[in-house]
C-alpha cells in the first residue's frame, strides 16, 4: 500500500492530532446502539462497532438503508448521546459535543434569514470564536468551495449544490480535525454530484481533515476514500474495511480505470452478498477490522 | 426546483407567445387599481341616483353626497379626530400589549415542558371562548375609561399571535436543531439564533389576524360600554338615527384598518424577505 503512504502520512504542522503518532482521530471500540420502537419493541440498530480512523484519512461507509450508518455518524458527532461502548476522539474519551468536530448534513440546513458569510459564520458565534478571525477564514473557504463573491448572498438565491458548498464552509470555519459528511451530496444530481466529490477532494486535500463520509453511492465512496467501510443491514455491524489503494491526486479520468472497476465490483459484491464475498484486488491491511 | 441554476424566482425573461395575446396581456401600471376605482365610483353613482329616484328617507340608507358631507363636518369640526385618537390609541397599545405577551407567552410554552403541561390546556380552553363575551366583566372590573377597552383589545388580539408563536416556535426543523446541538450551542442561542427567526412567517401571520380583531375589540368594546372613541360615537349618532354619520364614522374606520394591515404587511416583508413562501394575499 504504498501509494497510501503520502495521505496516511501525518502531517507535523497540525499539533492537534499528534498526541502520538499511533493515535487515531476517531476511535470506536464496541460501539452498540438499542432503540425501542413506538411498540416497544427493541431495534438493534448498531452491533459491537470497532473503527480506527488515522488523521487525516478519508473514510466512506456504504450500506443499505437502515443498516445504522447515519446511527455511526451521529454517535460520533455527539448528537447521539446514548450509546454502549467508547468514543474516543483523538485519545481522548469523549461524549457530548464537540468543537473539534464539523458535520455536513444531508440538507443544507442553512439558515435561510442569514447571508452566505454569516451562515458560515455560525459556529464561530456558537462557538466564541474571535469573529474578525473567523470573518477571514470565511471568506477563505468561500473561496476555497468556489463561493467567492456570493458572501452577501443569500440561501434562496443559491442553487442546491451552492447551498451544500456553503454548508462545508460552514463545517471548516471552527477548524475541526475531525470532518464528518452525512451522505452530503445525495440530493444533487449526478453531475453537480460529481463535480461537487472532485472539489470535495481538492478541499480535503488544502485542508488536511479526517473525513468520515455516509454515501449510497459505491463509485462516489471508491473515487474519493482511502478506505470504504461496508455495513450490513440490521443490526448495523462492519462486513468489510476495504482499502482504497488508488493514487492520488485523484482525476474524473480514474473512473475509467481498470483498478477502480475492480474495487467498486469489489464493494457491490460485498453489498450484494455480505462477509461471504471473496477477498479480491486489495486487503484490509491497514484498517483495523473485527468482526463479531 | 431546479438545484443547478440559481433561485431567484425570476424568469430570464417574458414569453411572447403571440402577436395579439402578449399586446392584450401587457398591462399599464396600477391599471388594476385604475379598474376597482372606477368601479367603486359607477356604485356610488348608481347609489345616488337609486336613492334620489326611489326617495329612500334618510335615516334607511343616506346617499353618499351626505355621508361625505358629514364626513367633511366631523372632521372639520374636530369631532371625529378627538374620538380618533381614543379608538386608535386603544387599538395599537391593546395590540402591543397582545404581541408582547402572545410572543412572550408562547416561547415560554414552547420551551418549557413545565409552563406547556401547566398553561397551555387552559390556553387551549380560553381560545374557544368568545373574548367579547367578557367585555362587560372587563368593562365592570376595569371601568368605562380607556383601561378596559386597552384590556379587551389585548385579550381578543392576544390569542392568533400566542397560537401561533407556539406552532412557529415547535415547527422548527430537526436538521437545523441538529446542526446547533452539534455544536453544543446552548437553549438560549439556539432559541435566538434559529427557532426565534424561524418562527417569524408564523408569528407575523398572528399578528395580520390580530390587528383585525384589534380594532374589532377596540369598537365592541366602546359599545359594551365608554365614554368616548368612534364606536361611541357610531352608538350616539345610532340613537339620533343619524345614518349618514355612522357611514362616515365607518370609512374612517376602514382607512384605520386598511392602513394598520398595511403597516404590519410592510414590517413583515421588510422582515422576511428571505421567506419565499409567505403570502401577500389579503
Given at each position: 500500500?504504498?501509494?497510501?503512504?503520502?495521505?496516511?502520512?501525518?502531517s507535523p504542522t497540525n499539533s492537534r492530532s499528534q498526541a502520538s503518532q499511533d493515535s487515531s482521530a476517531v476511535s470506536l471500540q464496541n460501539v452498540s446502539k438499542t432503540y425501542s420502537t413506538a411498540s416497544g419493541e427493541q431495534v438493534n440498530a448498531l452491533q459491537k462497532i470497532n473503527l480506527d480512523i488515522r488523521s487525516q484519512?478519508?473514510?466512506?461507509?456504504?450500506?443499505?438503508?437502515?443498516?445504522?450508518?447515519t446511527t455511526l455518524l451521529r454517535i460520533i458527532g455527539g448528537l447521539e448521546p446514548e450509546y454502549d461502548g467508547d468514543l474516543l476522539l483523538n485519545?481522548?474519551?469523549?461524549?457530548?459535543?464537540?468543537?473539534?468536530?464539523?458535520?455536513?448534513?444531508?440538507?443544507?440546513?442553512l439558515l435561510p434569514w442569514r447571508t452566505v458569510l454569516d451562515n458560515v459564520l455560525l459556529p464561530a458565534h456558537v462557538l466564541k470564536?474571535?469573529?474578525?478571525?473567523?470573518?477571514?477564514?470565511?471568506y477563505e473557504l468561500l473561496d476555497l468551495v468556489g463561493l467567492k463573491g456570493f458572501e452577501a448572498k443569500y440561501p434562496f438565491e443559491l442553487s442546491g449544490g451552492m447551498r451544500q458548498r456553503v454548508a462545508i464552509a460552514r463545517a471548516l470555519v471552527h477548524d475541526p480535525s475531525v470532518l464528518l459528511m452525512d451522505e452530503p451530496f445525495g440530493a444533487l444530481d449526478a453531475l453537480t454530484r460529481e463535480h461537487m466529490n472532485l472539489e470535495l477532494l481538492k478541499i480535503w486535500q488544502a485542508s488536511k481533515k479526517t473525513v468520515f463520509m455516509i454515501t449510497h453511492s459505491i463509485s462516489e465512496a471508491a473515487f474519493m476514500s482511502d478506505r470504504v467501510i461496508v455495513m450490513s443491514p440490521r443490526p448495523g455491524r462492519?462486513?468489510?474495511?476495504?482499502?482504497?489503494g488508488l493514487p492520488r491526486p485523484r482525476g474524473l479520468d480514474l473512473l475509467s480505470d481498470a483498478a477502480f472497476g475492480n474495487y467498486t465490483r469489489r464493494l457491490r459484491h460485498l453489498l450484494d452478498n455480505g462477509e461471504d464475498a471473496p477477498t479480491i484486488g486489495s486487503n484490509a491491511a491497514s484498517g483495523r477490522v473485527h468482526y463479531d | 426546483m431546479t438545484d443547478t441554476s440559481p433561485a431567484n424566482g425570476k424568469p430570464a425573461g417574458p414569453v411572447i407567445a403571440s402577436g395579439r395575446a402578449s399586446v392584450r396581456?401587457?398591462?399599464?401600471p396600477g391599471a388594476d387599481y385604475l379598474v376597482s376605482l372606477s368601479a367603486f365610483v359607477v356604485l356610488l353613482i348608481v347609489w345616488e341616483a337609486a336613492v334620489r329616484v326611489l326617495r329612500v328617507p334618510d335615516f334607511i340608507l343616506p346617499p353618499p353626497s351626505a355621508i361625505f358631507i358629514s364626513l367633511y363636518y366631523g372632521l372639520k369640526s374636530g369631532l371625529f379626530i378627538e374620538h380618533f385618537f381614543v379608538t386608535a390609541f386603544q387599538t395599537l397599545t391593546g395590540f402591543m400589549l397582545a404581541a408582547f405577551f402572545g410572543i412572550g407567552l408562547g416561547a415560554l410554552v414552547a420551551q418549557f415542558r413545565i409552563v406547556e403541561r401547566t398553561v397551555y390546556p387552559w390556553l387551549v380552553a380560553l381560545q374557544t371562548l368568545p373574548k367579547i363575551a367578557i367585555a362587560p366583566l372587563i368593562i365592570i372590573w376595569a371601568g368605562y375609561g380607556i383601561q378596559s377597552k386597552v384590556?379587551?383589545?389585548?385579550?381578543v388580539a392576544l390569542f392568533p399571535i400566542l397560537v401561533n408563536t407556539i406552532v412557529g416556535?415547535?415547527?422548527?426543523?430537526?436538521?437545523?436543531?441538529?446542526?446547533m446541538r452539534s455544536l453544543g450551542a446552548t437553549p438560549w442561542e439556539t432559541f435566538r439564533l434559529v427557532r426565534l427567526p424561524n418562527a417569524l412567517p408564523f408569528i407575523f401571520a398572528g399578528l395580520n389576524v390580530a390587528i383585525v380583531l384589534a380594532i374589532l375589540g377596540s369598537i365592541v368594546g366602546e359599545f359594551v360600554g365608554s365614554k368616548a372613541g368612534l364606536g361611541n360615537l357610531i352608538l350616539e349618532a345610532n340613537f339620533q338615527f343619524n345614518v349618514a354619520q355612522m357611514f362616515a364614522i365607518l370609512v374612517i374606520l376602514g382607512v384605520f384598518g386598511v392602513t394598520l394591515s398595511m403597516v404590519v404587511r410592510f414590517i413583515q416583508g421588510r422582515l422576511l424577505f428571505w421567506n419565499a413562501g409567505f403570502s401577500q394575499s389579503i
Open positions: 500500500m504504498g501509494s497510501l503512504s503520502t495521505v496516511l502520512k501525518l484519512q478519508f473514510v466512506s461507509v456504504i450500506g443499505a438503508s437502515g443498516c445504522g450508518k485519545g481522548n474519551k469523549r461524549s457530548g459535543p464537540t468543537k473539534d468536530i464539523g458535520i455536513v448534513f444531508q440538507d443544507a440546513n470564536l474571535q469573529i474578525k478571525q473567523a470573518t477571514a477564514r470565511a462492519i462486513i468489510e474495511d476495504v482499502v482504497i | 396581456r401587457r398591462s399599464i384590556v379587551i383589545v389585548a385579550l416556535l415547535k415547527s422548527c426543523d430537526q436538521g437545523k436543531l441538529d446542526l
